[in-house]
């Protein structure tokens, strides 16, 4: 809930009593409606993601962002914004992991994923790019940090 009330605050750009309590009230209920009516089970049971790993996770994210956003721009001024629509078959089983790795290849510039599917029991992203897809190997990078075992976990009872 604290991690919200950041969030809040950073993204309405004021520090000050009202904007925290607010970020706090909304946060608080957000979270109780997400687990009343969204959630049919205790998430924190189904998906266990390793802070350290998560760090990691974020750390590598923040800086491809920053390496790919210097690349797009680079791109630009040169007129190179050509696109192409690029498959890249990964190698994670878990719905999480791949929903986060989707979510990292949008937000990194010049790319966007349009698409999440499945073909020979294997999953793969559909991915809009115009920056050329040496980027790969990055994807590749945070999919190993994804790759773990601690991302799924069974319900406790089943």
Not at 26 to 50: E, G, K, M
Request: hydrophobic fraction near 45%; include cysteine; aromatic fraction near 8%.
């Amino acid at each position: 809930m604290l991690l919200f009330t950041v969030i809040w605050v950073i993204l309405n750009e004021k520090i000050g009593w009202e904007s925290i309590g607010t970020g706090f009230v909304l946060s608080l209920a957000v979270l109780a409606i997400t687990d009343s009516q969204l959630l049919l089970s205790d998430y924190a049971w189904i998906y266990r993601i390793n802070p350290l790993r998560l760090l990691r996770y974020a750390a590598v994210l923040l800086g491809q962002i920053y390496a790919s956003g210097f690349a797009a721009i680079g791109r630009i001024v040169r007129g190179r914004d050509d696109s192409e629509i690029v498959r890249y078959v990964t190698g994670l089983d878990d719905d999480l992991a791949v929903a986060l790795l989707a979510n990292a290849v949008t937000l990194t510039p010049g790319t966007v994923t349009v698409d999440i599917g499945e073909e020979d029991g294997r999953q793969h992203l559909e991915i809009l790019t115009f920056v050329p897809m040496t980027s790969q190997a990055s994807i590749r990078r945070l999919e190993r940090i994804l790759g773990g075992k601690t991302t799924r976990k069974q319900e406790p009872g089943c």
